[in-house]
């Protein structure tokens, strides 16, 4: 069965303290890995997707980065609007889609 | 741009009454998911759609019942809402199955539904 968990929970941040976020997965086969941000009573905003070990991708002050068992978020020099949760996914190859729990990130001013 | 839209952003309804949640995507996708998040929870699967009148029953399915009869509109019903039913509702969309870059799914904004 996938799995996916994120870690920390949370974490609050002073504004251009950077810092990374973790999701580790265990997946019968990664077709996918997918990064969302998430406002507070709203819907998850797509981020990115990692296909292969190694990948990187980078938006802004965001770069996500995939090995073979976990991806991290860099956030570099981040702000107050970087506020939110950011959800990790995973997909495999027999199509099925599985959300980690969150990390609910704070930065204050 | 991609724009997944749902009926209410904020529903109340009594128990024991019959609820409609509406999603539309207007991306020509093919494949539309409903889940709930929940604290601690999560997202969850309700229920998912690879084409139209088509139905797959996702990881929570008991309670919740599906209609696709066009492809850009995939709604939820609750049969009978019970007050465990709860919740935040996001609809989501992606192109299709073909490939790992027609994966992506995108959300709408929710509905939070409250039963009373």
């Known amino acids: 069965e996938d799995q996916v968990t994120q870690s920390p929970e949370a974490l609050r941040l002073q504004e251009g303290e950077s810092s990374s976020l973790n999701c580790s997965y265990t997946v019968s086969g990664l077709r996918g890995l997918f990064w969302y941000r998430q406002d507070p009573g709203k819907g998850p905003e797509f981020l990115f997707t990692l296909y292969s070990a190694g990948e990187e991708k980078e938006k802004e002050r965001l770069k996500a980065t995939l090995t073979k068992k976990e991806s991290f978020l860099h956030i570099t020099a981040p702000k107050p609007e970087d506020s939110a949760t950011y959800l990790c996914a995973v997909q495999d190859y027999g199509q099925n889609f599985v959300f980690g729990p969150g990390t609910r990130l704070s930065v204050l001013p | 741009d991609v724009k997944v839209t749902q009926s209410s952003r904020y529903l109340v309804k009594r128990t024991g009454e019959k609820v409609f949640l509406e999603c539309v995507q207007d991306m020509d996708h093919e494949n539309m998911f409903w889940y709930r998040q929940d604290p601690g929870l999560g997202l969850r699967l309700i229920y998912f759609?690879?084409?139209?009148?088509?139905?797959e029953k996702g990881d929570i399915p008991e309670g919740y019942s599906v209609s696709r009869e066009k492809k850009e509109r995939f709604s939820l019903i609750l049969e009978s809402a019970s007050t465990n039913q709860t919740s935040m509702y996001l609809c989501?969309?992606?192109?299709?199955?073909?490939?790992?870059?027609?994966?992506?799914?995108?959300f709408g904004p929710g509905t939070r539904l409250t039963v009373l």
């Open positions: 759609s690879y084409d139209v009148k088509m139905k």
């Open positions: 989501a969309s992606s192109l299709s199955g073909g490939g790992p870059s027609t994966d992506t799914q995108y």
